[in-house]
């Protein structure tokens, strides 16, 4: 099929007055689906917008590039999470932060030590995942070692424990938490690497014709959150 009706079909005959829909990808702890059920950090903030705003928008879990294809090209579309890039700033409307992570590097304790950029940059091999906002700010910062070979983020893990690889980029703290966790990796395995690759907010981003009204209620809705204390027990809760 060619790739514009493929495309087409994906994006749906959206309509000026369709409802706004939801779409959210893979990526622990913010967003992913449990026991079949959607579920994650930044999951439970927006349902909670939802309910201060009395919306009942449909959430759908895409592949990371579709999702993101969705919000470029569908009208009325919301995605979460996204880090507020200066090249995503002027492609989307934003609601938020919601909240600031950074992305380290990571190896197993009983490994050499690595402790600056330069060794990074030099290491043998460091792996990430194949597409997405974690190899692009590698490779800008001039990294020539990257194997981008991990399709999901439990990949990681998963080479670096069998020692397919010796050091890894992928996650946040809290992401590296969640599949510590879920991979039953014991404390004290793994050791971050002291060097801070990236920084930036997660927000929520909104397809540029969505309604400022809509964006105003949200951003309130969040805002509320935020004064309640109800932002912080949720992200606890993931941390």
Known sequence: MPAAALL???????????????????????????????????????RAIMTLTGDHFEISVQPSMRATQVLKN???????????????????????????????AYQRADSPPIDTLEQLLHAPQITTRHAGLVPQTLQSLGFKNLDKSATESRLLYRMLLAGRTSIIVGDTAAGVAYYSRQLNIPPGMLRKIPIELYRSSLYIAFSTDSDDQVIAAWSKALEQLRRSGELTRIQRRYE
Not at 14 to 25: G, L, M, R, S, W
Not at 32 to 38: A, G, R
Not at 84 to 95: F, Q, S
């Open 8 to 46: 087409c079909l994906l994006l749906g005959s959206a309509t000026a007055d369709e409802q706004y829909q939801v779409v959210t990808e893979e990526w622990a702890p913010y967003n992913y689906v449990e026991d079949d059920q959607l579920t994650g950090m930044t999951t439970e903030i927006v």
């Open 74 to 104: 569908r009208p009325k579309t919301i995605m979460y999470s996204l880090f507020r890039t200066p090249e995503r700033e002027p492609l989307y409307k934003w609601v938020g932060p919601i909240v600031e992570e950074s992305i380290h």
